[in-house]
């Protein structure tokens, strides 16, 4: 188990666990890659990082991922896998977001891709991204540092 900061200062956890927070989480995240690149997403106020959002009643994690990584990229999911969760303590409520780590199999133009400018694709995550305005502070923290390392990436 990993415990720091995130970029508001929040306390967060994180573990490599099955669902030690919740088994019915509300919110994903997913770390894309497709053909060698990472995927990730333009979000229209945030910058770039990799896809996520909310579970929608009746919905699961699993689904809400496959969802997620559809509407903001227009990625098709050839797998996926469950990495880990975490948890963060924030000043308006608590949050518990599974981590997942997919193989994109198709990239699909869209009309809309919702809240974000649609896919982003780079060679490689750069090492200044908690200093580099262009991402998200979603990217800020030691949730994507740690996943990371996990992947051996």
Known sequence: ??????????????SFDDHPFSKKPMHVWIICNYNGKWLLTRHKD??????GGKVEPGESALDAAIREV???TGGTISEIRYLAQYFVA????????????????ELTEQETYYET?????????PDN???NELY?????DGVLIHCMKHLNI
């Open 117 to 125: 400018n649609g896919p982003v694709l780079l060679h490689s995550i």
């Open 90 to 105: 924030g000043k308006a409520g608590n949050v518990i977001k599974n981590v997942y780590f997919a193989d994109i199999g």
């Open 70 to 72: 559809m509407e903001e």
């Open 1 to 14: 188990m990993y415990t720091f900061k995130d970029y508001y200062h929040n306390k967060v956890k994180l």
């Open 46 to 51: 945030r910058g770039l990082e990799f896809p």
């Open 136 to 140: 998200s502070f979603i990217m800020k």
């Open 129 to 131: 991204v908690e200093t």
